[in-house]
């Protein structure tokens, strides 16, 4: 599960005129084939890319990609050449760009630019797109994969482990006691009264009645002895285990936990985000594939805003967010409270808006192993500026801008 093909130490410069020139064509070229069954479904509306006032256009002929200098009829976007930069070298996505209200995309939509950035994945990275029929789920023995089949903390490690590889979750049945969630619980509503808005330690949502409410707590370990606790416990730490890959738990800088509240009547503001991968918005080949870890502190289920997973998502070169790809399952993951859901970072998952009952959970997660000391340093710069992006998200991935 570790799919890392890329070192914070070791991004290289882009300069735009031999990417368009050289590069790109090159690399289209050697992986033509392993890539036209892929870009033969695909809508490629002609895209002319401009950076700092030199302009290149992309466009798809006869299922040929074609790439030339100068603008073109069509979609059309803009970029600085440090954007450009982090667009290929996958420190940031369209995604990224979009939700931080930074991408300028004068004519065309997201939609259109994110067909072009699977086409760009593809060559630079050697992938092939997702086509209907090229993922397929087996047992350990062969068989057919039971997609809906939960685990429970003392089931062998090695069939969790094969699980998880060929669906990109687990759902783990009865981890922690309903009286441990009852006291996260208590002291979620004791901290909540502690956060404020522009804090930058928590989000917030707007209810159908006006009411302003917190969503998200980060740092909660530092308001909730019991929780603290838990990050120690072998039920927990054994999860990180199971991958076989030496994923460590550290959290986010500073963040090691979140708790969350899934409130009814949210109108306003990120709380029940759509289908997404949690490398939506960028560094899919530095970290991938994170767990990330959900601790049900409720209970949850279709109308509690139960979590809903697409299997087999994280061996799939498809949009990393909004569509979930023909072809793959939708999955849906009812928990008990003490449950806990594991995702990989490249799996699409969302979460359901609740609309009987409001759900709590925490997230945390475990990281691979840092290839080398100087890779996990210049890690942190890369990390740094996701998360700007992350936080001045102004808006959820759900709204497209009109084309």
């Known amino acids: 599960m570790d799919l890392r093909t890329r070192r914070d130490d070791r991004v290289p410069p882009v300069d735009a005129d031999e990417l368009f020139t050289t590069t790109l064509p090159e690399a289209l070229e050697r992986h033509r084939q392993a890539m036209e069954a892929g870009t033969a479904r695909l809508r ?20 040929r990609i074609e790439v030339r200098s100068g603008r073109g009829d069509g979609a059309r976007v803009r970029f600085s050449a440090e954007a450009l930069s982090d667009l290929v070298n996958d420190q940031a996505t369209p995604i990224g760009y979009f939700s931080a209200g930074r991408l300028d995309m004068p004519e065309g939509g997201l939609g259109d630019l994110l067909d072009w950035w699977l086409v760009l994945r593809g060559a630079l990275d050697a992938r092939p797109l997702y086509v209907p029929g090229a993922v397929s789920f087996h047992s350990r023995d062969g068989g057919a994969l039971d997609l809906k089949r939960s685990f429970f903390p003392d089931d062998d490690s090695d069939e969790m482990r094969h699980f998880l590889r060929e669906a990109g979750f687990l759902h783990l049945r009865g981890v922690f006691r309903e009286d441990e969630m009852a006291a996260i619980s208590a002291d979620m509503d004791r901290a909540a009264p502690t956060y404020r808005e522009d804090d930058g330690k928590s989000w917030w949502a707007t209810l159908d009645g006006g009411e302003r409410c917190v969503v998200r707590m980060q740092a909660f370990d530092r308001h909730s002895e019991t929780t603290a606790v838990l990050l120690e416990d072998p039920r927990f730490t054994r999860i990180g285990e199971i991958p076989g890959d030496g994923h460590t738990h550290r959290g986010l800088e500073g963040n090691r936990i979140e708790a969350l509240f899934k409130p009814l ?11 997404h991968k949690d490398c939506s918005l960028g560094r899919h080949s530095y970290e991938c594939c994170s767990l990330t870890v959900g601790i049900s502190v409720t209970g949850a289920g279709s109308t509690s805003g139960q979590l809903g997973v697409v299997p087999g998502s994280h061996r799939a070169l498809v949009w990393p967010a909004l569509t979930p790809p023909e072809g793959l399952p939708q999955l849906e993951l009812p928990t008990q409270t003490g449950d806990v859901t594991v995702h990989l970072s490249c799996t699409l998952h969302r979460a359901f808006p609740p609309v009987e009952r409001e759900r709590r959970v925490m997230y945390t997660g475990f990281r691979l ?34 084309a």
């Open 44 to 63: 490629l509306r002609t895209l002319t890319v401009e950076v700092d006032g030199s302009a290149w256009t992309l466009a798809s002929n006869a299922g």
């Open 265 to 275: 009547g949210v109108v306003d503001g990120i709380s029940d985000i759509p289908w």
């Open 369 to 402: 192993p840092a290839v080398s000391p100087e890779a996990a340093q210049a890690a942190v710069a890369g990390r740094k500026r996701l998360g700007q992006i992350r936080e001045a998200a102004p808006r959820t991935v759900s709204q497209e801008p009109a």
